[in-house]
């Protein structure tokens, strides 16, 4: 070969020969528990919702939990386009906005908004990363999850009777060095801003630690944390916190790569905590990022595409494997812990 080859341009080709299982649609209907469908995306256009719909039907995903409602009128706006109008199909949450911690009456305000974003109609609160991250008080530091001065936040939910889902860190490679070593390398070339490593971002360490400790302190509040309990790379630690912490559950999306690269502890763990996991996506719907998803967990499929598609994998390259779960795990992780939180049929 006379030019050298860029790492960049690798796409290798498997070789190996192994059996494919289309799953057109899943065994159990299928609630998405972790969905962004912001309201300037999805509220502008009738014909883009309809497509959605038809889609959903297609796969049997009974209902679509988005996670990015706003809140106020912004929330208002949203439940009129998705919930509203297409009743029983979208399940919107709230999110709650961190500036300004510090000031005189900030936690009263914020639960007050609270209440008033679940009486008009939102289903549980969404907390985004950059809460520990990038929002900082009225000093200039930091807020983290755990910090007393939000406390009432938490309580709050938990006495309007809603879950809480928090993203906190994660992936752990996005606290390394973006060197040679980096398992998301790719993923960080196209995407920098998730680098989160040195300068004023705190460790992931630090981070994993301030959310559970946030769970520890509101035993009466249900958490739910996204991408397999924020720390998907260490199942022995998210299995310690489950086993810790029963106002704790889970959802896997986004998160099929990391759980399908190690099947035989995904599956035991499938089986041990089968009524505290949620089925969730973290991405755009579309009928072929379902049936995946479906593939992934019912079927005994061996090094297959975690993203369908992909000219290189997103998030790292290598491949998955099936973790053919039993119905009885099947129908709680695809509907009914989903129902059951959220106050579903």
Not at 12 to 18: I, K, N
Not at 170 to 195: S, T
Request: glycine share 6%; aromatic share 12%.
């Amino acid at each position: 070969m006379d030019t050298p080859l860029l790492h960049r341009d690798y796409e290798p080709r498997s070789e190996l020969v192994t059996e494919t299982t289309e799953v057109l649609r899943p065994r159990f209907s299928v609630i998405d528990a972790h969905n962004h469908l912001p309201v300037e995306d999805w509220g502008v256009d009738p014909d883009r919702r309809a497509a959605l719909i038809d889609a959903l039907d297609e796969v049997d995903v009974r209902a679509v939990v988005n996670l990015s409602g706003g809140s106020g009128d912004a929330l208002h706006r949203t439940l009129d386009a998705l919930d509203r109008a297409y009743e029983g199909r979208f399940v919107t949450f709230c999110n709650v906005n961190w500036e300004g911690v510090g000031e005189p009456g900030w936690a009263e305000q914020a639960t007050a908004q609270l209440r008033e974003d679940v009486a008009a109609g939102a289903k549980g609160l969404k907390v985004f990363k950059e809460l520990g991250l990038r929002y900082r008080d009225t000093d200039g530091r930091l807020v983290s999850p755990d910090d007393p001065r939000i406390a009432d936040v938490w309580e709050q939910a938990g006495e309007l009777g809603i879950p809480v889902l928090i993203h906190s860190a994660d992936p752990v490679a996005f606290f390394r060095p973006l060197d040679r070593h980096n398992e998301r390398y790719d993923e960080l070339q196209r995407r920098p801003n998730w680098h989160f490593y040195g300068g004023d971002f705190p460790a992931f360490e630090e981070l994993i630690a301030a959310l559970y400790r946030t769970i520890e302190a509101h035993p009466h509040t249900r958490f739910i944390t996204a991408h397999v309990g924020c720390y998907p790379e260490n199942l022995g630690f998210v299995s310690h916190m489950l086993d810790r912490y029963p106002n704790m559950y889970t959802d896997i999306s986004a998160r099929i790569a990391e759980l399908g690269r190690a099947p035989y502890s995904a599956r035991k763990w499938f089986l041990h905590y089968a009524d505290r996991i949620l089925y969730g996506t973290d991405v755009t719907p579309s009928v072929a990022m379902y049936r995946n998803t479906y593939r992934f967990l019912e079927t005994d499929d061996e090094y297959f595409d975690y993203a369908v598609g992909a000219r290189i994998p997103p998030q790292g390259r290598w491949k998955i494997y099936g973790l053919f779960l039993p119905d009885e795990v099947l129908s709680k992780v695809y509907y009914d812990n989903a129902a059951s939180l959220l106050g579903l049929d």
